[in-house]
């Protein structure tokens, strides 16, 4: 069964602690992405990867890290420097759009973290 | 930078009614893509209809179908005959055809009265 999974579903952690949220895919897609939601906010690009070993920052990378070793992986970090971690996060994969197409997005569940 | 906007926060509609959910963009390029996305309280994203810019003729899916007007930069969601299951958050986004990540508006909250 194709997917992206991403867990935990549910992550508490104290503040200034760093904290790595999972994100796995076997669609076989080159891209990846990691958005922030928050209410009333919709979906905000943290970092998203077009290719192994490649990355780049969306519009709200700060205090935030990631790696991509792997084509069916994607962590992502939110270190103690993010000034407000609590929020939904969702990670999502398609084909690369260097491909051409409508390259949909296919989100994984979410993993809400709560920081105190 | 590209924007994209949902003016209405929340909808209702009587169930096996029509709604309609507006959405405008703004940007610069001629190519690129609209998506339609639903949200249900589960939270996992859904995609609902997809519009390819360079296609006059408007997507459809069943009971949903899009208002595309590339000219206003409006591109609004119909859901005709609809449902309870249809409750949910609406996310208008909008992509570049030459990159993959995706621009969102706000959200629509819709209710489905029984």
């Known amino acids: 069964d194709g997917g992206i999974t991403q867990s935990p579903k549910y992550l508490f952690r104290k503040e200034g602690q760093n904290v790595t949220l999972s994100c796995e895919q076997n669609?076989?897609?080159?891209?990846m992405y990691w958005y922030r939601q928050d209410p009333g906010q919709g979906l905000r690009l943290i970092y998203y990867s077009q290719i192994v070993n490649d990355f780049q920052k969306g519009d709200i990378a700060e205090g935030y890290s990631v790696s991509r070793e792997k084509k069916e992986s994607f962590p992502l970090t939110v270190t103690s420097a993010q000034k407000n971690p609590t929020a939904f996060y969702l990670c999502?994969?398609?084909?690369?759009?260097?491909?051409?197409?409508?390259?949909?997005?296919?989100f994984g569940p979410g993993t809400r973290l709560t920081v105190t | 930078a590209q924007t994209v906007t949902q003016s209405q926060p929340e909808m209702s509609v009587q169930e096996a009614e029509t709604v309609t959910l507006s959405c405008t963009y703004d940007?610069?390029?001629?190519?690129?893509?609209l998506f339609w996305y639903k949200q249900p309280p589960s939270r996992q994203m859904i995609l609902v209809i997809r519009?390819?810019?360079?296609?006059?003729q408007n997507a459809t899916e069943n009971r949903f179908s899009v208002n595309f007007q590339k000219a206003a930069k409006s591109f609004s969601l119909k859901i005709s005959d609809s449902q309870l299951g249809d409750a949910a958050m609406y996310f208008c986004a909008y992509r570049r055809r030459s990159q993959g990540n995706l621009i969102f508006g706000k959200g629509t909250k819709l209710s489905v009265k029984p």
């Open positions: 669609l076989n897609h080159d891209a």
């Open positions: 999502a994969s398609s084909e690369s759009p260097r491909t051409g197409g409508t390259n949909e997005q296919y």
């Open positions: 519009q390819e810019a360079y296609k006059q």
């Open positions: 940007t610069s390029e001629s190519d690129y893509y």
